[in-house]
T-cell receptor, first 112, second 111 residues
Framework: DSGVTQTPKHLITATGQRVTLRCSPR?????VYWYQQSLDQGLQFLIQ???????AKGNILERFSAQQFPDLHSELNLSSLELGDSALYFC???????????FGSGTRLTVV | EDKVVQSPLSLVVHEGDTVTLNCSYE??????LLWYKQEKKAPTFLFML????IEKKSGRLSSILDKKELSSILNITATQTGDSAIYLC???????????FGKGTKLTVNP
């Protein structure tokens, strides 16, 4: 157990639907990062939050949004889902990048 | 744009072989390079290399950073089937905490 908790582990949903992925960071970590991993693209950075504030944004689609709550857990909202959104979504947390990330076990999203 | 390229993309070896995985990077304001191992799900941290720590070793795994060549290698000696995984290399994007990952090397170790 890495200390980063992601739920749910698996999600199957239909095109056009909306889902919410949840992440609890490791105790003491203030930064939360969301990554998408697909077979052809590898790990792609989506967004980072630090202590409740958005700190960095990657190639995140407008249909996707995220937030970090006062208790530091984070949610990634994916809406108007398309088949191409099927991927593994990872959350990671860190004290600071210099020390690397700790990843959660991911949520496998399948859009049918 | 910051970039990380890993080679080879896949590798199949027999138990007991020694393997070398390569990672090259282009990044502004280099700070560190990280190696991760990804088995079934979550990438797990292996090593971090910096200008002041260019060589790391843990058991059968070792890694070296070559700042002049903008590259790093990950060596695994006496491979075991449990070493089968995807090995990922990443660098922090200059000035940020975002990690840029390579596409990984898929290592398969056959008994």
């Amino acid at each position: 157990d890495s200390g980063v908790t992601q739920t749910p582990k698996h999600l199957i949903t239909a095109t056009g639907q909306r889902v919410t992925l949840r992440c609890s960071p490791r105790s003491g970590d203030l930064s939360v990062y969301w990554y998408q991993q697909s077979l052809d693209q590898g790990l792609q950075f989506l967004i980072q939050y630090y202590n409740g504030e958005e700190r960095a944004k990657g190639n995140i689609l407008e249909r996707f949004s995220a937030q970090q709550f006062p208790d530091l857990h984070s949610e990634l909202n994916l809406s108007s889902l398309e088949l191409g959104d099927s991927a593994l979504y990872f959350c990671a947390s860190s004290v600071g990048t210099f020390y690397g990330y700790t990843f959660g076990s991911g949520t496998r999203l399948t859009v049918v | 744009e910051d970039k990380v390229v890993q080679s080879p993309l896949s590798l199949v070896v027999h138990e007991g072989d020694t393997v070398t995985l390569n990672c090259s990077y282009e990044v502004t304001n280099f700070r560190s390079l990280l190696w991760y191992k990804q088995e079934k799900k979550a990438p797990t941290f292996l090593f971090m290399l910096t200008s002041s720590g260019i060589e790391k070793k843990s058991g059968r795994l070792s890694s070296i950073l070559d700042k002049k060549e903008l590259s790093s290698i990950l060596n695994i000696t006496a491979t075991q089937t449990g070493d089968s995984a995807i090995y990922l290399c990443a660098v922090p994007q200059g000035g940020s905490e975002k990690l840029v990952f390579g596409k990984g090397t898929k290592l398969t170790v056959n008994p």
